[in-house]
């Protein structure tokens, strides 16, 4: 297991074992519950969240930070540091705001936003499906 860098290089991380039985039990408890309530629940627990716990409701709800946003496939991370070895630009006297507010973007504040080819805004789904099913973790567009 490891993870594909800018520029083509690789970095081992580690290695990934099988589930244990438990766990493909309990998710097989999910995706039965999943399909008979004719989908997921999860919408109905926030309703509740927010009707019950309000200041729970702020961290877990969607909210502009919770925003979506899919890069062509080409299109290369850019971060400040990035910017900074590129060029010199005028540092804002409230560093700590914008690294904040990368951090609220996925880091993607630098990135050339004419790349983005969709906005997700479908529902909330599921996933069933093998997540991370490779033994790499691509951090490379390109790659």
Do not use: W
């Given at each position: 297991m490891g993870k594909v860098v800018q520029g083509g290089g690789f970095q081992?991380?580690?290695?990934?074992?099988?589930?244990?039985?438990?766990?493909?039990a309990a998710l097989t408890k999910l995706e039965t519950a999943y399909d008979l309530n004719d989908g997921s629940q999860i919408p109905q627990y926030l309703a509740e969240l927010e009707a019950k716990q309000l200041n729970l409701a702020k961290k877990f709800l969607r909210n502009e930070s919770m925003k979506d946003i899919a890069f062509k496939a080409a299109a290369s991370h850019i971060s400040k540091s990035d910017i900074i070895s590129q060029t010199v630009i005028?540092?804002?006297?409230?560093?700590?705001?914008?690294?904040?507010?990368?951090?609220?973007?996925?880091?993607?504040?630098?990135?050339?936003?004419?790349?983005?080819?969709?906005?997700?805004?479908?529902?909330?789904?599921?996933?069933?499906?093998?997540?991370?099913?490779?033994?790499?973790?691509?951090?490379?567009?390109?790659?």
């Open positions: 081992r991380t580690g290695a990934l074992d099988n589930p244990s039985r438990s766990l493909l005028e540092e804002d006297d409230d560093e700590e705001e914008d690294e904040e507010e990368e951090e609220q973007t996925g880091g993607c504040r630098y990135c050339d936003r004419t790349k983005v080819f969709r906005e997700n805004n479908r529902g909330m789904q599921v996933h069933f499906g093998l997540i991370a099913s490779g033994n790499q973790v691509i951090k490379d567009a390109a790659f």
